[in-house]
């Protein structure tokens, strides 16, 4: 049986604006994944007209306990 060879030919047309294209598109994707991730993109409370977005937590301390009384009794009579 015999085979048959084929050859493929591929003729290239085209300017190449689709290479350009991608290349301009994955430079931005970079930029915003830069000013995202460490420009404060990601933090909601960096420009919020100068106010201030943090809660305010008080923790009461207990009261200290009074000092126990003293070991040696001045009525013993040892």
Same mark, same amino acid.
């Given at each position: 049986?015999a085979?048959?060879?084929?050859?493929?030919?591929?003729?290239?047309?085209?300017t190449?604006?689709?290479?350009?294209?991608? =290349?301009?598109l994955?430079?931005?994707?970079?930029?915003? =994944?830069?000013w995202?991730?460490?420009?404060?993109?990601?933090?909601?409370?960096?420009?919020?007209?100068?106010?201030?977005? /943090?809660? !305010?937590?008080? =923790?009461? /301390?207990?009261?200290?306990? /009074?000092?126990?009384?003293?070991?040696?009794?001045?009525? !013993?009579p040892?």
């Amino acid at each position: 049986m015999a085979y048959e060879h084929d050859d493929v030919i591929v003729e290239r047309e085209g300017t190449g604006v689709g290479t350009i294209l991608g =290349i301009i598109l994955a430079v931005i994707v970079v930029l915003a =994944i830069v000013w995202f991730f460490f420009l404060g993109g990601s933090n909601p409370g960096t420009n919020n007209g100068g106010g201030t977005d /943090q809660t !305010n937590i008080t =923790i009461d /301390q207990p009261a200290p306990d /009074q000092p126990a009384p003293p070991a040696n009794n001045n009525n !013993n009579p040892y």
